[in-house]
């Protein structure tokens, strides 16, 4: 084979077989005047000279869009071109930059590709800048037109269509049509869309045009993607519902426009996002068959990858990340039923359940053979079936274990749809529970512990009220123990050694039960038309559920073996010990649990003080509450038995923790038990109207605030010792009961026939005497002060006066003659005559004074030094501001709002100091307007109009100062009013918010119209004056109230009406405790007495009362001296206000 031979010297001239592509830069020249604008623009069948004059025009444009600066000779220079060049007024279609329309028609005949991008480029900056200028926005709209010519249509689809390689041919072209669709509003949007043949021609494919240099797609240099996906989401914010609907329904657009979502920059998949909830979900005129081609549970599934996007947007600080805004899109799509995803549904009642309803009502009333008759009632324990398909699909491909927000997305889901709860946890077959401790263990637990806290759905799910038939027991069982809470991983959480795995597991159980005993209430719900099958329902339930859960074996034992310094850990078990015996306790009692060991290492811990922080003594004390309930259901539990590690007595110690109740810890629960102890044990009198241990723990607590410690251990084992000899022979003092009746009615003839007093009582006197012939001589003194307050406080608890009278006789001669002399019978200090009978409530605190005695002198009774204002008005006034409120009234129904204070709590807070809160509170009243409004509660109207008002009224201030005091008082006082449609004040109330939409926050509503005017209601006068003085006690807080209440005259009017010599001594009192309000304000005093001479009205009311009384007066005139400006009064009144205090 020979040699191929050489082509000689003139083979250079022989043509390559591929041309090399050499992209040229285009060339360009400073633009001067319109003139050589028109000149440079004007067609050239020379493609590189048209060229030439596209990019002299494209820099006059970029310099105006992009660099800083007014520009006004540029635009001076581009309006007079586009002037020159408009076309006449009377042509049929006139055609805008025609010589640039005719350059761009020429560069397609000869497929230049370099000019079919320039002019689309060009065009779309002139638009931008047309639009920001009123004037030219006609010219603006004239180019639109043009370019939805025929001829210039055909080029736009040619360069939509473009090979995906020319990427600067297509995307300049979708610049161009985002800013003609969102040109003046979307003027044009609607014939861009009907021309779509043309305009939208290969959207779905230019959307896959990606991004693939390196790093991060720059903004101002977008993709081909970008510029289609802009384009889409501008047209879906200006097109109508009708081609919006025709838009959505193209698949392969939809599909690419989430495909790669997840590869887009951060500010592109906002933009999506944002898009299609404003202009998609939140479309109401939509129909849920279109939003629900959208997102199905692919395009769902491509969404969720969001969670973990990990680039980042350097201009998006301090804004949501792409994380946080797609998990609200994702929440919202996926539980708000008008987004088109959330389907109806019946909660824990299957699909197919309600299809034989009609039919089983029938066979029910034929033939009542309980839960057999339903046929559904056990089908569901292999599978379930679910109305919200797309949700089951997409909500298996999460994975809340490994991320937070993906776990709140399928708790959320779960309490929008909770039918998806049981098949969720049937699907996930490898979802198991055994415990190891790792981040994906803790996750699952954290899944579990939100699946148990959802609230159970209304009647069940069931429409429009109970159904005749329970729910499948299985659905609902699976809700309250989801599957793998099986009794094998639970069994190996409780026996692991790390105490957070058992810890985590006590907590999901606590939560099971508690869910479980929510559910058979509502079984047991008198509603319901078949009571009998739905108590067996809850029977079957409660019978499903032991065998599902743990033993109490292991419960037990587990909390036996948590270290005593875990208090969390301890509540918790405690409680779940607690829980199985209040809710199963056929499990609970099958272990034999004595509980003394523990309650007595809890009692100690809290006695001793062993905690430092006060969150763990609150914890502890919890436990203990616990514990008690426990006890209180073990037959067992030995009360009064010294345990070893005691001092005293498990009964006698938890009742001197009651007394002490230090540092604010709540003994309530405790001392519930420990009453109820008492009674069983006969330690007190159970009959209706007596008070329990009250006498007891009020005299210690007289005791404790004496400062008398040092005897006061002495007296608790002699109460001690008394409550055990009580609790093991009752019956003996009932009989010395008996027996001290018929000597006092012999020895007397009194008649205490009927009389009854406690048995404690009675150890106490038979105890007494050997107590004190051996006890220590320095502790009797503190003794029969306590006997003293123990006779006085059960005579003001109810108990028969001459039978006590008798008995402290006896206790008195106990003592030593020196002490004799100074013992009698003491009740706690309180204005006017001392109650000496009536009934005592044992959980409200009898003693806010120090002690007075029965048999004192009215003199003595009523000296100002024996007696003190501050006690006499030292109930909290003013309102009060709990920042809980703005959370909790949102759980609570409509008539628990008004009529137990919730909505007054949350208004209080727009007098708030802090300018969050109160903007806050602002938003939630609203809320609770509409919330009301919608409801059935009776007054709802007006109860709206109140609330409404109210918020109108306070938005002009409520982001600078807190709302006037007096106008918040009166909102929560009106409230009141309202919700009783009898109340004296109520046309009064409604003819007020009748008046205006708005109030007066310098004034004090409806005092003119109760003072002045005549009452609704005859003979309600002064009812209206009581509800007045109680709005206005609760106005003054603040020296900008008492400046209020100065300018409208107000202290003169109340003087006023406190002088009626007629008025009753309760109302009487509100008025001074008024003016004592007023002390507590800085500067109060002082306007008091040198604006409306305080001292002498006190004084000529100090002459004219009764004896009893005058002391108030006086001591009035004390505070306001103490209290005001001492300089100031000597100076106003010249040395005279001294003369009165010191007289």
Known sequence: MSKRSSRGADSGDIPRKRLKVVHEPPTHEEVHTSRQLTQLLSFENDLKKARHGLQSFKVVLDKIVYEDGDHEAERKLLFDYLNSTKPRDYEEAPIFLSEMMETWVFAGQHNDDNVMSAVPAIVALLLRILGQTLEMVPYGLGICRTLLQKRQLELIARNLSADKGKEFVISPMLRLLREMICFDGGAVAMPIFRARSFTFRSLGRNMSIKYLGKGQEERKRPSGRTNAVRFFLSALKFLNQEAKRELLSQKDVTFALIRTIKDDPPYLVIDILTALKAHVLLDTKLPRDVKGRVLNANTLSRIAPLYTYKQEDPEAEGRETVAEIAHDFLQFSCTVPSAGILRPQSGFYPAGTEQEAESLVESRRADDLGLENIVWMDQFRQETTVRNVVLSDFIQNLRPWSNVKQAELLISIFTAAPELAADYFFKKQGFTFEPKLSATWIGYAALLFGTLTIDIPKYFGHPGGYSPFPPPTSVVMDNIMPPPLNPKALTRCFSQKSNLIS????????????????????????????????????????????????????????????????????????????????????????????????????????????????????????????????????????????????????????LRLTVDTWQGLSSDKILDVLNFIAREQQLVVSSPGQSGLAPIIQSFRLLKDASKTESIAEIWAFLDQCMSRCATRPIKYLDMTGSLLEEEIQTDGASMQGSVISPLTMAILEQLPSTVGTGDNKALPTLAEFLSHFVGFSKLAGGDAALLDCIFRRLRVCFPESLQAGMQVAVPDAPGPAPTSGPMDSDTPMLDSTPRTLNSTDEEGSSTDAKSIDELFASPVGLELDNSALTRWSTKTVDELIDEGYAARLISLLASEHTSIRKEALTNILKMAVRIRESDYDEKDQCWLLLAELAESAKRQVDSTPIPTPIVAFACHALGVLRDPLHDLYPKVNTFLNRGPIWNLDRLPLVYEIVQEEPSVDGSYYLGISWLVAYLLDSLRTPADLALFHKKRMFERLLSLASNPYMRAPLKTQFLRILYQTTCIEGGSTTLTTRFGIIGWLESQKASSSGEDAWIYEALIKRVWKTADEERILSWSKGGIRDVVDA
């Not at 062993?610 to 309930?629: F, M, P």
């Open 503 to 654: 810890f985590f597991a006590t907590r999901l159980l606590v939560a099971a039960v508690e869910k479980l005993d929510r559910v058979v209430k509502l079984y047991r719900d008198p509603c319901h038309s078949n009571k009998e099958l739905w108590g067996e329902a809850a029977r079957r339930l409660v019978d499903e559920f032991c065998q599902r859960s743990l033993s109490i074996k292991d419960i037990l034992a587990s909390y036996r073996s948590i270290p005593e310094r875990d208090v969390l850990h301890r509540e918790a078990a405690s409680r779940l010990v607690r829980l199985y015996y209040e809710v199963i306790p056929q499990i609970a009692l099958i272990a034999k649990f004595d509980v003394s060991p523990s309650l007595v290492v809890a009692i100690e811990r809290l006695d001793k003080r062993e905690l430092g922080d006060t969150r763990d003594q609150n914890l502890s004390l919890i436990e203990l509450e616990h514990l008690l309930v426990i006890a209180r259901c073990s037959p067992g539990m030995r009360w009064f038995a010294n345990l070893g590690g005691l001092a005293l007595s498990p009964f006698t110690t938890l």
